[in-house]
Each structure stands twice: as C-alpha cells, then as structure tokens.
C-alpha cells in the first residue's frame, strides 16, 4: 500500500493538504467532514494524475 494524501475543501472552494496519520486516517475523514469539509483521500497515482490533469485546466 502507497502513501496516501488527505486534501479538505472548505465552502469557499480552497483546498489544503492535511498531513495523513495512515492509523487514524478514518477518524481524520470523519473529523473533515463533521467541520463542513469535503475531503478526498489521494493514493500517489491518483495524485499525480489530478495533478496533470488540473495543469491543463485553463487559468481564468
């Protein structure tokens, strides 16, 4: 099993990386979700292919 990244979305649409506890990383999603967060929980491909991805996005 790869590392895992945790990004959290607020209700403005910023995102930020919480660093993953890999023992804990349910009771983190939970803890996102029940502070009015959308997390999204990223292996190391999954990563890296969002992030190509979001490059080829136009920048308006």
């Given amino acids: 099993m790869g590392k895992k ?3 959290s979305e607020d209700n403005t649409g910023r ?3 919480v660093k993953v506890d890999p ?5 983190q999603f ?7 967060r959308t997390p999204t ?3 190391e491909d999954d990563r890296i292919r969002f992030g190509l991805l979001a490059n080829k996005l136009p920048n308006d």
């Fill in 15 to 17: 995102v930020r990386e």
């Fill in 41 to 43: 929980v990223l292996d």
């Fill in 5 to 7: 990244y945790l990004f």
């Fill in 23 to 27: 023992k804990h990383l349910d009771k």
């Fill in 30 to 36: 939970r803890e996102e979700r029940a502070a009015g």
